[in-house]
C-alpha cells in the first residue's frame, strides 16, 4: 500500500494493489481516499481495469521523481504452480510509472 497527499496536510489517497490469482492474470491497482474506493488505473478505450503487474508486492513514491515503483513477485511453473526451485519460471519485473498518469486514469 501506498500512501500520498497532493499538498502538504493534505487529505492523502491510498494506493493498494489486488493481486489476481493465476500465471498471467494481471492484477487492479485501487485509489482509496474519503470518496471511497476507485480503481485506478485502465487499459485504454475498453476501460479493462486489470493492468496493473501481476502480483505486484509493494509500492513506493520517488519523491524527486514522481513515480510510483513497484515489483512483481510470480514465480510459478508452466502449469501456474509453485513446485519449488528447479522448475519455477521468473516473472519479476521492476517498473515505474509516474503518479500522475495514475491519477489521470481513476474512473
Known amino acids: 500500500m501506498l500512501s500520498h497527499s ?34 485506478a488505473a485502465n487499459c485504454g478505450t ?25 515489483l512483481t513477485e510470480w514465480a510459478a511453473d508452466s502449469a501456474g504452480h509453485w513446485t519449488g526451485t528447479a522448475h519455477a519460471i521468473p516473472q519479476r519485473v521492476l517498473f515505474s510509472v509516474p503518479l500522475s498518469s495514475i491519477d489521470s486514469s481513476v474512473s
Not at 46 to 70: F, K, L, N, P, Q
Open 46 to 70: 475498453d476501460i479493462t481495469y486489470a493492468c496493473w503487474g501481476r502480483h505486484t508486492e509493494s509500492m513506493s513514491y520517488g519523491w524527486s521523481t514522481g513515480r510510483v515503483w513497484t
Open 6 to 39: 497532493a499538498t502538504s496536510g493534505g487529505t492523502p489517497d491510498f494506493y493498494l494493489d489486488d493481486a489476481r490469482g493465476g500465471v498471467g492474470r494481471h492484477g487492479i491497482l485501487w485509489r482509496l481516499n474519503a470518496g471511497g474506493a476507485k480503481a
